[in-house]
Nanobody, 116 residues
Framework: VQLQASGGGLVQAGESMRLSCTAS????????MGWYRQAPGNQRVLVAV???????DYRDSVKGRFTISRGNVENTVYLQMNSLKPEDTAVYYC???????????WGQGTLVTVSS
C-alpha cells in the first residue's frame, strides 16, 4: 500500500482546509485510516481515525472542528478542518492500518500552517 497526501498550506485562523489521502496498491487489506500530526518539537499524535465500520475517534482538541471521512471509493480519507487555530499548525500525516497483521503504512507529511 502506498499513500499520497495533499491539501496542506497556509491559512488564517478561523478558516477551513481539507486534507486528502489516497491509497493505492493492496487497498483491500486496509482496515483503519487516520490522520496524525507533529508540531515542531513535539511527538506525532493522533488527530482522527475512521474504521471500516465507519466509527471514528478524535483527539479532544479537534472535536467539533475536524471531521474525518472516507470517500465513496474507500481508498481515500479526508480530514475537513474548520475553525483552524494557530495551535493546529503541524505536519499532518495519514496512516493506514492493515488487516492480518500486515502492519501499517505512513504517507508523506503535508504541512498545515495557521497564522493568527
Amino acid at each position: 500500500v502506498q499513500l499520497q497526501a495533499s491539501g496542506g498550506g497556509l491559512v488564517q485562523a478561523g478558516e477551513s482546509m481539507r486534507l486528502s489521502c489516497t491509497a493505492s496498491g493492496s487497498t483491500v487489506y486496509i482496515n483503519t485510516m487516520g490522520w496524525y500530526r507533529q508540531a515542531p518539537g513535539n511527538q506525532r499524535v493522533l488527530v482522527a481515525v475512521i474504521r471500516n465500520d465507519g466509527s471514528t475517534d478524535y483527539r479532544d482538541s479537534v472535536k467539533g472542528r475536524f471531521t474525518i471521512s472516507r470517500g465513496n471509493v474507500e481508498n481515500t480519507v479526508y480530514l475537513q478542518m474548520n475553525s483552524l487555530k494557530p495551535e493546529d499548525t503541524a505536519v499532518y500525516y495519514c496512516k493506514v492500518d492493515l488487516d492480518y497483521a500486515l502492519g501499517f503504512v505512513w504517507g508523506q507529511g503535508t504541512l498545515v500552517t495557521v497564522s493568527s
